[in-house]
């Protein structure tokens, strides 16, 4: 694990502000005076850049209507073409590998349809227990289309202790009768990174095609699919990446199954050039495009072209460099001053090993962060007793994880979260 040298105070926070080479970026994004906005993990911060790119297309359907489709060399009609080739760069893949359509869940949906052909020797879907719910949702559902029993046909890997998943056990789990394997790259709750390449080699060893939801890394994390090469991915582009809520997700399929019949089809997964022909036939678009449903939604895709912009200039390396960096200054902080307040880790602390958020746990986890709210902090509460807290590598300063630290342990120490109510909200 790489030594790195953090020291109590103020100062020593300015002073790696002053360092540090991303600090600039701060300004291209919308940050609220007054408020510590440590909930990037959920849904990134607005940028000036992505609201240019909207509003640039806001005023392109004003002023041309239908013919939105065709100005700019039709980069409109092909805009996930154009999108596309920009996010396959995030993840090293190569161009037309990548879409970006629907969300997250409906590209699990697409991925697993297209590869999930059961027989009777080959019949389970492997996953593992911390995932996010909805990604489970969408494989049992896609096991029932098929008349199989998610009981039975979707096997689970348990973690022992409710934070990390064990590589080797999934690798043990990956028995004759496993079809798909399809896990998080870093887990919601504890931020685990897996060891995706070591994961997707021993997948293939046995035969077994392998998909990927990079959620909670895309943008974060940079992965090298060249180097990975898994079956699949699916991913998110609202969370890290700061496309906006309800931002256009991405899908990656691997140049190998380009040839596979997408489980899930439609008119735009046709090729562009015969789409207007309106054949019966579907004329499949040889690339990941051709995973494409239906009509794009502009409005949702527009933002990423402008946060794309800020990805490319930043530039990934940077990014996670400064993301491991400050969520260790932000873990190094907690344990000089927050441990005597009942607060501790429950992130792995190696850096191949976590993504870009700090797990903070406190059994009193729900109220702290209504308290935090109330101290203009937006933390982001995952039950049962997890604080997620994610100083953003692109908008976050040193200075203000060291004025979260005071909040945090004022809050414990003045009992101000007692004041708060255990009941829960609709969206927490
Ligand atoms: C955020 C997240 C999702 C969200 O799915 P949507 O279809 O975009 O609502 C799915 N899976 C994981 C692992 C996530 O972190």
Redesign the pocket.
Known sequence: MRMRHFEDGIAFARKKDEEDVLFGMRKRFCIQPGELYMDGNSLGMASKDAKESLYHVIDLWEKHGINIWEVENSKYFLYQNFLGDRVAKLIGAKADEVTIMT????NIHKGISTFYHPTKERYKILVDDL??P??RYAIDSQVKLKGYDPKDAVKVVKSADGRLIDEDAIIEAMTDDVLICFL?AVL?RSAQLLDMERVTAEAHKRGIIIGW?L??SIGSVPHDFAAIDPDFAVW?S??YLSAGPGAI?GFYMNSRHFDKEPGLTGWFGNKNETQFQLRHEFDKDPTAHGWQTGTQPLFSMAPMEGILNIYEEAGMEQIRAKSLDITAYLMYLIEEKLSQYGYSIGNPREDSKRGGHVCLEHEEAYRICKALKENHVIPDFREPNVIRLAPVALYISYEEVYNLIDILAEIVETKAYEKMSHERSLVV
């Open positions: 969300n997250t869940t409906v995932n996010f909805t990604d998080p919601y939801d959620c909670h998110c609202y969370k997700a």
